[in-house]
């Protein structure tokens, strides 16, 4: 089945540094990579995605890359401010058509973004 | 409009216990999901239903978990003999599935942290 990882578990960062988070998965067949942020006790909320025919995606400060060859897609966040402070994880699905299946999620990366 | 609710917020039982946990899905969403979330670690997939029936059950961990959805709207997870090592939150999302067109995002409800004494 699919395994997705996660680097790093945690980042610091100064307001106004970007930051990279890199996500590498197993199963060819995956096609669609969201990446969702969590604050601390609240729900996951989606933040970008990407489908398998491209390679990039960008919605303001945060993009997203997509190298299906070496199966990696990465998560960009641009000019960060305190409140991009929160746990970010990547995750992975087969979609059809009509239809999307379970996400397999990487364990997490604690972001914090010092003022 | 309302997003995913879930009841309790907060489940605290002994060992041995049975419990249910519900889901309220967004209004017309037909596919629904639940998964598990242990500290420090992503959400764990369990279940997914497709209307009313499971699609994919592979992610419940062993004959003691169960879920229902008799109406292909409201969603009923149900643990029996409950063990320590249960103890998490357990998330459910909803996505439209609509099958005229691609499928959107799953929206994640607050959870319920459920504690096994």
């Known amino acids: 089945g699919e395994n997705v990882e996660q680097h790093p578990s945690t980042l610091s960062v100064q307001e106004g540094d970007s930051a990279v988070i890199k996500c590498t998965y197993s199963?060819?067949?995956?096609?669609?990579f969201p990446w969702y942020k969590q604050e601390l006790g609240k729900r996951p909320q989606l933040i970008i995605d990407i489908r398998s025919n491209v390679g990039e995606k960008k919605d303001q400060r945060i993009a997203v890359t997509l190298n299906k060859t070496a199966k990696h897609f990465s998560l960009h966040i641009t000019e960060t401010q305190p409140e991009d402070s929160a746990v970010y994880f990547c995750a992975a699905t087969i979609y059809v058509w009509g239809s999307q299946g379970n996400l397999i999620f990487g364990k997490g990366t604690k972001l914090s973004v010092k003022p | 409009g309302a997003g995913v609710s879930q009841t309790p917020s907060n489940k605290v039982t002994e060992k041995g216990k049975y419990v249910e946990l519900r889901c309220d899905p967004i209004?017309?969403?037909?596919?629904l999901y639940w998964y598990r979330q242990s500290l420090g670690q992503g959400p764990e997939f369990l279940i997914y239903f497709q209307g009313t029936g499971a699609a994919d059950d592979s992610g419940l961990p062993n004959d003691r978990f169960f879920a229902v959805r008799p109406e292909g709207s409201v969603s009923t997870l149900k643990i029996q003999r409950t063990e320590r090592g249960d103890s998490a939150v357990y998330l459910c999302?909803?996505?439209?599935?609509?099958?005229?067109?691609?499928?959107?995002?799953?929206?994640f409800g607050p959870g319920t942290r459920l504690t096994v004494l």
């Open positions: 199963d060819s067949a995956s096609n669609y």
């Open positions: 999302a909803s996505s439209p599935a609509a099958l005229a067109g691609p499928t959107d995002t799953q929206y």
């Open positions: 209004s017309g969403h037909t596919a």
